[in-house]
């Protein structure tokens, strides 16, 4: 094994067959290993600064029934909401004044977020708070539709893939739902010229080594500019209310792989490695890490946003307390900052031979 991690430090890069051992037959001392270059890697790309990205949740209706999703249509529990546009305006003003200089809209695929409606909010969020990156993680849209969304200003798009498996993917969706759109999806905001970002969620009702296997592989041709993963967390109300909930530990052993499969990458510590492990931010950090998106929803929002249970919602989770964050992230040798943090260069020929 070790001489698998070390291949996959030199080459950034292994066969989808060599990422599933690296993961069935991982122990501590390789995590140990993986962990160590990830941060090596982490810091020689972004020094220790952790990147701050101001999070709105803007609506919590979906038309879409992910079998995971604590916000899925065919939840009747689910309270929803929507926020107005001056809500969303004044979220982020209020984010911009504390200085943050990344928002992001999210939201379930909602159809009254038009391309005209969330077209005039980028304009409005650009004109009021210059100098901040948008980003959009609102679903699956047509080609046209982000062609818009982007000539009106938004940088980046979060598209999480949620598996590279076909049929892994049909067993978490309802069959109208298809992986090929959202492969697609994630094709075309690439070409448009987004920032793109792709995800999956770790431990999933069905998931196996292989299917990991396939997303690191996917994550390595793929080349996103952000990954976001996270633990499944099982929500109630869904089909999946008693399945078993992923570990932090291999969403860190994670988080390392792919620092180190894209040493440039923008990984986020996600909110849900945060909910099942108390100082699980500080943990995703120290993998490799280095994006955390801070609540700048009204609290009555950040509730109903309910996609798994016991998500955390207050203290450093919120954008108010980015002051304790500021001292968690000085305790372990990092520094919170507000700029807009786009992706840095990265070239394998600054490398300073100490692999
Ligand atoms: S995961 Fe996203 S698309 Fe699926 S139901 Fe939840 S909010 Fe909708």
């Known amino acids: 094994m070790k001489k ?9 890069s292994l066969s989808e067959a060599e990422y599933e051992l690296l993961i069935k037959n991982r122990t501590p001392e390789i995590a140990e290993i993986l962990q160590n270059e990830a941060v090596r890697l982490r810091k020689q790309v972004y020094g220790n600064e952790v990147f701050l990205r101001g999070l709105i949740e803007i609506s919590n209706y979906c038309k879409n ?20 546009e001056d809500e969303i305006l004044n979220c982020a003003i209020e984010g911009y004044k504390i200085g943050f200089r990344t928002i992001v809209l999210q939201g379930g695929e909602d159809n009254c977020f038009t391309d005209e409606v969330v077209c ?15 980003t959009l993680s609102l679903g699956e849209r047509t080609k046209e539709s982000y062609q818009k969304l982007y000539e009106a200003g ?22 109208k739902m298809s992986f090929e759109n959202r492969m697609n999806c994630l094709k075309n905001l690439k070409e448009i010229g987004f920032a793109t970002g792709c ?7 069905y998931q196996t080594e292989e299917n990991l296997a396939k997303d690191l592989k996917f994550i390595e041709e793929f080349q996103p500019q952000m990954c976001g993963i996270g633990p499944f967390i099982p929500q109630k109300n869904t089909i999946f209310a008693n399945e078993e909930k992923g570990t932090a530990e ?27 492990e108390e100082d699980g931010r500080v943990m995703g950090i120290l993998a490799g890490a280095n994006v955390i998106m801070p609540n700048l929803s009204p ?7 309910n996609l798994y249970d016991g998500k955390a919602i207050t203290g450093e989770e919120s954008a108010e307390e980015v002051k304790k964050l500021e001292k968690t992230m000085e305790k372990i040798g990092y520094k919170v900052v507000y700029k807009r943090g786009d992706m840095r260069e ?3 020929e600054d490398e300073n031979g100490s692999i």
């Not at 698998?4 to 950034?12: D, P, R």
């Not at 029934?65 to 107005?84: D, F, P, Q, S």
């Not at 909010?121 to 650009?126: H, P, T």
């Not at 995800?199 to 009702?205: D, Y």
């Open 120 to 134: 005039d909010i980028i304009r409005k969020i650009k004109k009021n708070c210059p100098e901040t990156a948008i």
């Open 299 to 305: 609290k009555t929002a950040r509730e109903k946003y």
């Open 65 to 84: 029934g992910c079998y995971y999703c604590g916000i899925n249509c065919a939840n009747k529990e689910c309270n929803r909401y929507r926020l107005t």
């Open 346 to 348: 990265y070239r394998k």
């Open 4 to 12: 698998l991690a070390q291949k996959l430090i030199k080459n950034h």
């Open 199 to 205: 995800g999956f969620m770790v431990g999933s009702p």
């Open 250 to 276: 291999l969403t860190t052993y994670l988080l390392s792989i792919i620092r180190i499969i894209k040493p440039n990458i923008l990984l986020p510590a996600t909110t849900a490695l945060n909910t099942i």
């Open 154 to 175: 938004a940088d980046r798009y979060l598209l999480r893939h949620e598996t590279a498996d076909k049929t892994h993917y049909e067993r978490l969706h309802p069959e």
